[in-house]
């Protein structure tokens, strides 16, 4: 293929032509040829794409083929460009600093796999690859996305795009949009990432797999099983990870980076094996459509669970419970926060609670429940939160402080099996329980990390803290359970009765 003057070579034949040969110095794997070929054929006009989603595992080789599109892009069509990870010192380590190995596995810099006929300068100050033909590629963190105001880019890469700053994309969305519109060779963007949790990255896979978006997105999900060397054996084998997790591999951090899971996607997380769970046996539903097994019922009453936010959010759960005592199902049927100085305090969630009763049509609210803090003077009033919302509400309860928190996540463990959540009304919730992450100290869970997850994950521990066991009251329940049932010749080990995992 030829891009004006450059020939663009995938095969292992070698081109002899003038002025330069692409990639440089650089072959890709089997599972990076596909990418490579149609990034190029955008270049050079012959697909409309302009947005590249790929999802790939640890180690597949992301950064060393995406720098390769970015330097052919700068090379066909001058202009500025961005190459950004989440942080500049990222940048700075990954793309400025790292030495790698070429194609004949000789030892490398990034900057020897732009021709030298075609590198001008690198100016490590101004985190600036210069070419001669004017373009400049800009090695950037998305901790300072708008410190170059003086940049239009034509082309942009996210690397790691999960742990980035989602506002890097708007800031320059509007340049590339503008690009795209002037010449259909530029105005591209490029997205990889590892899974973090169903956060923008999630959104992002979401969107480039849309019907609509089908000739404008390229998608591209590789995890260890779909990713090959050149000679066609696996990149990193099962026996291999099999080995790691032996050796003492996290094993939800090897379903993250390898496998692509996002349940298992953040380090630490609290809550993301439990929704797993319930994704996986089916208790993520839409409630309010008529062929759904589960059904919200405006006949029954709704109660509420609330996680008070001072200086910043308060979220609250809406809950049912079905009519028949032997259904132990609770139904997750909305959730909501806002932050009470946007909202307008107390009041803010009284009208909630009450419009969210006229459009859905229940007819009672049974009981607010206040976390132990409800007792304490209200946001500004003078009264206490339980006196302010008792004037609104006839049920306004607190549930009572436990000891430990682990205390309380043990009890919403153990209710997760009965929780039925729906999947539209409950989504920001259940982000915000698949993200709930312990905060670490030397791999060992030390606290809670407070951040915008854990409001919606502390509201719903109410709830587990009304209705969940103890840990001590677990292991006495189990020890009996399986007692009884060993005496009987069922049971002989401890799983089997675990009821956490029911």
């Not at 591209?220 to 084998?237: E, H, R």
């Not at 009304?466 to 009987?488: C, F, H, I, K, T």
Request: aromatic letters at 12%.
């Amino acid at each position: 293929m030829m891009l004006d003057n450059i020939v663009i070579d995938y095969t292992k034949v070698e081109h002899k032509v003038d002025p330069a040969v692409l990639p440089h110095r650089y072959e890709p794997y089997m599972h990076q040829n596909e990418l490579v070929d149609t990034f190029f054929d955008m270049l050079e006009g012959e697909n409309e794409l302009k947005r590249f989603g790929l999802e790939w595992h640890r180690r597949a080789g992301k950064d060393m083929t995406f720098w390769q599109l970015v330097v052919a892009a700068a090379i066909s069509e001058a202009g500025d460009y961005a190459y950004m990870l989440p942080t500049n010192k990222q940048a700075m380590k990954v793309i400025w600093n790292s030495n790698v190995n070429d194609k004949e596995q000789e030892p490398c810099k990034f900057f020897d796999f732009i021709p030298t006929l075609y590198l001008s300068d690198t100016n490590k100050g101004e985190q600036r690859v210069e070419l001669t033909n004017g373009s400049n590629i800009y090695i950037i963190g998305s901790d300072n996305y708008d410190s170059n105001v003086g940049m239009n880019v034509k082309g942009v890469v996210y690397s790691e795009w999960s742990l980035c700053d989602p506002r890097a994309h708007a800031f320059f969305e509007p340049m590339l949009l503008k690009h795209a519109a002037e010449n259909s060779k530029t105005g591209w963007a490029l997205f990889c990432w590892t899974p973090r949790g169903k956060n923008h990255a999630y959104d992002t896979r979401n969107n480039a797999l849309k019907e609509i978006n089908k000739n404008y997105w390229y998608f591209s999900s590789l995890d260890i099983t779909k990713t090959f060397k050149v000679d066609g054996t696996p990149l990193i084998t099962r026996e291999a990870i099999d080995k790691a997790i032996e050796g003492g591999a996290d094993p939800d951090l090897v379903q993250q980076e390898y496998y692509l899971d996002y349940a298992a996607a953040v380090k630490g997380v609290v809550f993301a094996q439990a929704m797993k769970r319930s994704h996986a046996e089916g208790r993520v539903v839409d409630m309010f459509s008529p062929d759904s097994e589960y059904k919200f019922d405006p006949k029954l009453p709704v109660m509420f669970f609330f996680d008070i936010g001072m200086g910043d959010a308060t979220s609250l759960w809406a809950i049912q419970k079905p009519r028949d005592p032997k259904d132990k199902n609770l139904y997750a049927i909305d959730y909501y926060e806002s932050n009470r100085v946007k909202g307008g305090g107390m009041e803010h969630y009284v009208e909630y609670i009450n419009g969210l009763k006229e459009q859905l049509g229940f007819k009672f609210i049974s009981t607010i429940y206040l976390p132990h803090d409800g007792k304490v003077h209200e946001w500004g009033s003078g009264e206490t939160r339980v006196a302010s919302l008792t004037k609104h509400f006839p049920r306004v309860k607190t549930i009572e402080r436990i000891s430990r928190v682990e205390n309380g996540i043990y009890q919403t463990q153990s209710i997760f099996h009965r929780v039925i959540f729906d999947v539209n009304r409950c989504k920001q919730g259940i982000i915000c329980l698949e993200n709930y992450k312990y905060k670490m100290a030397n791999g060992v869970p030390n606290g809670f990390v407070h951040d915008e997850y854990s409001h919606g994950a502390d509201s719903f521990r109410q709830m587990g803290q009304l209705y969940g066991v103890l840990p001590d009251e677990a292991r006495d329940a189990l020890a009996d359970e399986l007692s009884n049932s060993m005496n009987e010749g069922i049971a002989d080990d401890y799983e089997t009765f675990n009821p956490l995992k029911r």
